[in-house]
């Protein structure tokens, strides 16, 4: 027994190690549960089989003057290799057993019920786009992280992380955390924790850092119990997690939250069933369920989660080898190209954000699975935090095809177009989006017709993209408006012009004889 000490003792590390530093939950759901407990269970049973003191050999002769000695197979260690061998089988077994082929009715229901609306009902029509939320995650960091480099006590031992989109007192926000820059920063500054937060403000393109009281302890930079995964691992040792992401409540208290999920079908397809709130700075976390959940949090369920999700439903609602083969009335979300980084070029689903008075909606068109002219066929909205799906009928240009048309209206310049907001202009569908040079810095706006994708305007601010795209479609209204103005202009003497730019464009303001003034923006 003595010889066993030491590899058990091996074995025991290994078992510690591996979930410390992997994060297996300990729950029977799981794929990796089982691979840990066949690789372990394997091994315990050959450590034990393990012939000890009084152990026989058997000496066999192979050539004069060379032995060789080896101990008998022991029926522990025979069950250990057993165990192993059958077990992967059986795993395999199970996993392909709970894949849609089986179940492609339970995949495609996940996502819950769709609504189907018109999008005069989705998207109520906009007077004014000065408060839509243009800037894009990729570019919010670029403003966050020049916002960093500004402060001498942060720039050299800091870094902005993730940021997500909120509501936060009623005005549209990305926030992200200043997380640790490596593994010397994060012990320089353990005792201390991060500064605090970044806000960026996703319609003027500014960035605030805010430091909190106490410094954040909690973050994915962070290592050995301070990791936030790590940390929640060791509350909830159970639990199957989604995503984590960072977020500010009302008062701008920062806070972790993680979704919970099951499997719909034993070891595959999760679904969210709530949430973990973690207090960023304590750590101290509190489980809520999906109808329990604080309305200040404004995503449950993220992009990717929906997407994914969507997609099923889309590919999946006719049956499994209807996806496969015929695709009749197959959809799935837009696909978008996209530069990982390496400079590759790669396809993924693409999602945009679309904000209303306290909520968080995720947006992304919808595509027929068997056609290839970048078209959508449709738009799907789901609530970040209810989940409510809604889907409209809505034919036109996909994103990726108003992020082209928008690149060439202004190739000379190589500005790239984020991905789109979609909005109401006088009943018809239009993306608007900011143009970035190569430093993530916004230079322009354009606005794209979702019908006819030929029709795209350009400005300098968002108004005077706005206005110009109105009278390029011929809107009513603007037409009434410039009627009017004409009148003025032919009734009254003009006794001053003068040209000027503010933040809605450039203008011609005219000072009439009797005093009145008018200010009109340039639309070419």
Same mark, same amino acid.
């Given at each position: ?271 969210? *069933? &709530?949430?973990?709130?973690? %207090?960023?700075? /304590? =750590? $101290?976390?509190?489980?809520?369920? +999906?109808?329990?959940?604080? !309305? ?80 959508? *066929? &449709?738009?799907?909205?789901? %609530?970040?935090? /209810? =989940? $409510?799906?809604?889907?409209?009928? +809505?034919?036109?240009?996909? !994103? ?91 009734? $009254? ?9 503010? !933040? ?21």
């Amino acid at each position: 027994m003595k010889r066993k000490i030491v590899p058990l003792i091996i074995w025991a590390i290994l078992l510690f190690l591996t979930n410390y530093l992997l994060l297996i939950p300990w729950n029977p759901t799981a794929v990796s549960f089982w691979i840990m407990v066949l690789v372990f269970g394997s091994l315990l049973l050959l450590i034990l089989g393990t012939p000890g003191d009084g152990g026989k050999s058997v000496i066999i002769r192979e050539r004069p003057g060379k032995i060789s000695v080896s101990a008998p197979v022991t029926k522990l260690q025979k069950a250990g290799l057993t165990l192993f061998t059958v077990g992967a089988v059986v795993l395999l077994l199970a996993i392909a057993f709970c894949s849609p082929l089986f179940h492609a009715g339970n995949y495609a229901s996940t996502l819950g019920e769709i609504q189907t609306t018109t999008f005069e009902e989705a998207r109520p029509e906009a007077d004014s786009v000065s408060n839509i939320a243009l800037i894009d995650t990729p570019t919010a960091s670029r403003i966050g992280s020049r916002e960093l480099g500004t402060l001498e006590d942060v720039v050299s031992q800091f870094v902005d992380g993730d940021y997500t989109q909120i509501t936060y007192k009623g005005r549209v926000k990305k926030t992200a955390v200043v997380d640790y820059d490596g593994l010397f920063k994060y012990f320089n500054n353990r005792d201390t924790g991060t500064p605090g937060y970044l806000i960026v403000d996703p319609i003027s393109g500014t960035a605030e850092l805010v430091r909190t009281e106490s410094g954040i302890c909690y973050t994915p930079g962070a290592y050995l119990s301070r990791d936030i995964r790590r940390h929640l691992r060791m509350q909830y040792p159970t639990l199957l997690f989604g995503s984590t992401w960072f977020e500010i409540d009302e008062e701008g208290n920062p806070y972790w939250i993680t979704q919970v999920r099951r499997n719909r079908v034993f070891l595959s397809n999760p679904e969210n *069933i &709530g949430v973990i709130l973690t %207090n960023a700075i /304590t =750590g $101290e976390s509190q489980r809520y369920a +999906l109808s329990e959940v604080p !309305e200040w949090v404004d995503t449950v369920f993220d992009g990717d989660y929906v997407c994914e999700k969507y997609d099923y439903y889309g590919m999946l609602s006719g049956g499994f080898w209807n996806s496969v083969f015929g695709k009749r009335g197959c959809r799935n979300s837009t696909k978008c190209e996209m530069k990982d980084e390496d400079g590759d070029t790669y396809s993924a689903s693409d999602f945009g954000y679309l904000a209303d008075d306290k909520d968080i909606w995720i947006y992304t068109g919808v595509t027929s699975a068997t056609s290839e002219d970048h078209s959508d *066929i &449709g738009m799907l909205m789901v %609530n970040g935090r /209810t =989940g $409510e799906a809604k889907y409209m009928t +809505l034919a036109g240009a996909d !994103e990726s095809s108003a992020m082209a048309a928008a690149n060439g209206e202004l190739q000379q310049y190589g500005y790239v177009a984020s991905f789109p907001s979609i909005i109401n202009v006088d009943g018809s569908p239009a993306y608007i989006m900011v143009m970035t040079d190569d430093n993530r810095i916004v230079k322009n706006y354009a606005m794209v017709n979702m019908q006819k994708y030929s029709q795209v305007v350009t400005g300098d601010t968002q108004n005077e993209v706005f206005r110009k795209y109105r009278r390029l479609v011929g809107s009513g209204k603007d037409a009434a408006a410039d009627q009017q103005q004409e009148t003025v202009i032919s009734d $009254e003497r003009i006794l001053s012009a003068v040209y000027g730019t503010d !933040e809605d464009g450039h203008y011609l303001e005219l000072t009439f004889e009797n005093g009145n003034s008018m200010k009109y923006y340039m639309t070419d």
